[in-house]
């Protein structure tokens, strides 16, 4: 590469890891700041993380929701890794015309917006209240339902399935295993890898979900970190030190996530595609 | 030793009695069927089905719950109605200047980053990368913040002399929108490079070698190898970028929230609006939110073809 190349490559990059960087930085200083220390532009770090933190535990519930996405999450990510493994291996190890068909029908899901989902889902979601309270409008199971099965994930494992060596099978089948048994018993150890990239996709993607929570749950006691960060942007006269706080508190945990898988991150991402 | 000549041909007969092929295979279908019935059923649940009664409802009008038929009046009131056609302008503004732009940029980014002997490589790498862990609400919340009139954004603007008086990024139509397409491409631009870096990486660095004796300009080889060479990744990133465009939701509502007037709602904002912020209008809401399939639809057959793949 010309050396006047390289120059206007590293700008490049520069400009852009800065343009990339510069909102976290902003959002870290700025939950240590006052709020009108942040309106006149402060952008060092200041003395008021314990003041911003004290007044937003005051202002909103903000351990109900942390629990709230916490138990969403969790039991999303369990579930949705469960039935969306079972289906991949199912569709790839037993493969079958039939079978074949029936995924590309259910890959189609992948195209329906989510927008055109929520009203009748809302609807069906409505008539649970009465027979099925646990599941009904303004219930945590109610967010959880609809979002475990994704025809993503179940490519995702599909796809990845199409690499595990069938000879092992063969081996658990002679040695008298169950054909369930095979599958807790070599296929998800071997696959550690592919659940681990495949509950990074499907944790953050349930800790950060907003519009199926913010029309299904409607008593402030359910509501998840999303919701609660949208209410306190949305609010009249902001305390920007206390919103920055909140808002790097629900970044946290992908954040976290992500520096310290981040292998499985990227894997999870390219596991898609391949 | 009569028994084991016995016993030997009688095991050999019994082995294969019990397990006819037939019903092994039965069997076989059988457990295969079980692997995949929980997902299919949820997703024939949870998507087909509420599909169906989205179509259904899109011929029904009325208040909430007290639904009629109506015919193709609501597919009628979707043409004359200037709301759904602003958010249709909108929604399609966003897509047809955002996904070009970003995926024109992520594909600079994975050049440059590919690029052996460069310097700092992760760091660039993670840097343009972590906008993606934020979520949509968080990362909108901020941005509304940094381009308020008295925001970070602005002072900068002005104390660099680029501008004498505030930008109006949140409350001027045009302006608004280009605060929404920026704030997408800071969140999605890094996610896209990632695909086009692994997919980098696998192309032969011979062929570069090759143009270079040639002659060919940096540029050149851009155009001519690079982005033939992606093209199915390329494929897949518009598509994937198109749907989620095409849904906007997150962004907007937590930026502008859909103003000023209607000048940034997207659809899928009005399909909320219409059900759950307005007197709800299920069936209205279903009509409109069938627009939106076909939109997928026809832009997913418009890359499939401009791509030029037959997968």
């Not at chain 1, 991949?88 to 329906?112: C, H, P, Q, T, W």
């Not at chain 1, 796809?159 to 069938?166: A, H, L, N, R």
């Not at chain 1, 807790?184 to 659940?195: G, L, S």
Request: net charge positive; charged share 10%.
């Amino acid at each position: 590469m010309k050396s006047s190349n390289k120059v206007i490559g590293y700008l490049f990059l520069s400009i852009c890891a800065i343009i990339s960087i510069f909102p976290f930085y902003w959002m870290v200083v700025s939950m240590t700041n006052t709020s009108s220390d942040v309106t006149r532009g402060k952008l060092l770090p200041g003395g008021h993380f314990i003041e911003n933190l004290k007044n937003l535990l005051q202002t909103v519930d903000l351990v109900p929701a942390l629990t709230n996405s916490a138990i969403i999450a969790v039991s999303t990510t369990v579930l949705s890794l469960l039935i969306a493994s079972l289906a991949g291996y199912g569709f790839e190890i037993y493969r079958s015309k039939a079978k074949d068909i029936v995924f590309n029908i259910l890959l189609l899901s992948m195209m329906i917006p989510f927008a055109a989902l929520m009203v009748p889902l809302f609807r069906m979601f409505g008539s649970f209240t009465p027979i099925l309270p646990f599941i009904g409008i303004d219930t945590l199971s109610a967010v959880v339902l609809p979002t475990i099965t994704t025809a993503f994930l179940i490519f995702f494992f599909r796809q990845s399935t199409k690499m595990f060596p069938k000879e092992i099978l063969e081996a658990g089948r002679i040695d008298g295993l169950k054909e369930l048994g095979i599958f807790f018993r070599i296929y998800v150890p071997t696959m550690k890898t592919t659940y681990a990239a495949a509950a990074i996709i499907t944790f953050m993607a349930s800790w950060n979900n907003y519009l199926w929570p913010l029309v299904v749950l409607q008593s402030p006691e359910n509501q998840t970190i999303p919701l609660l960060i949208s209410n306190l942007g949305s609010s009249y006269s902001p305390d920007y030190g206390m919103i920055m706080m909140a808002i790097v508190i629900a970044t946290l945990p992908t954040a976290i996530i992500f520096f310290f898988m981040q292998k499985h991150f990227v894997a999870g991402m390219m596991g898609s595609v391949k | 030793m009569n028994i084991p000549e016995k016993l030997g041909p009688e095991k050999l007969a019994k082995k294969p009695a019990p397990r006819p092929a037939r019903s092994l295979r039965l069997k076989n279908t059988l457990i295969g069927w079980s692997f995949v019935a929980v997902a299919s059923l949820l997703i024939g649940i949870f998507y087909f089905f509420p599909m169906v009664q989205a179509l259904i409802m899109s011929f029904q009008s009325g208040t909430g719950v007290n639904l009629s038929f109506v015919g193709f009046e609501n597919y009628i009131r979707l043409f004359q109605d200037p709301v759904f056609l602003t958010t249709v302008k909108n929604t399609v503004i966003y897509l047809i200047i955002q996904v070009p732009v970003m995926i024109l940029l992520a594909l600079f980014l994975s050049v440059v980053l590919n690029n052996k002997t460069l310097k700092w490589k992760g760091f660039f790498r993670t840097a343009i990368f972590l906008p993606c862990v934020t979520s949509l609400v968080a990362y909108s919340v901020v941005f509304k913040y940094l381009f308020a009139p008295d925001g970070i954004v602005n002072m900068t603007l002005m104390k660099i002399n680029l501008v004498s008086e505030p930008v109006q990024w949140l409350t001027d139509p045009f302006w608004a929108k280009i605060t929404i397409i920026l704030a997408i491409t800071w969140r999605w631009t890094g996610y896209n490079m990632i695909f086009y870096l692994s997919a980098l990486q696998n192309v032969d660095q011979s062929i570069y070698e090759a143009a270079k004796i040639d002659g060919a300009s940096a540029i050149q080889q851009f155009f001519k190898i690079t982005i033939p060479m992606l093209k199915p990744i390329i494929l897949f990133t518009s598509i994937t970028s198109t749907i989620g465009t095409l849904q906007l939701f997150d962004e907007v509502m937590n930026i502008t929230a859909g103003g000023p007037g209607n000048s940034t709602m997207t659809i899928s904002q009005y399909i909320y609006n219409l059900s759950f912020k307005y007197t709800p209008d299920f069936g209205y809401a279903a009509t409109v939110s069938y627009a939106i399939v076909i939109l997928i639809v026809i832009f997913s057959i418009i890359q499939f073809k401009a791509g030029g793949e037959k997968k």
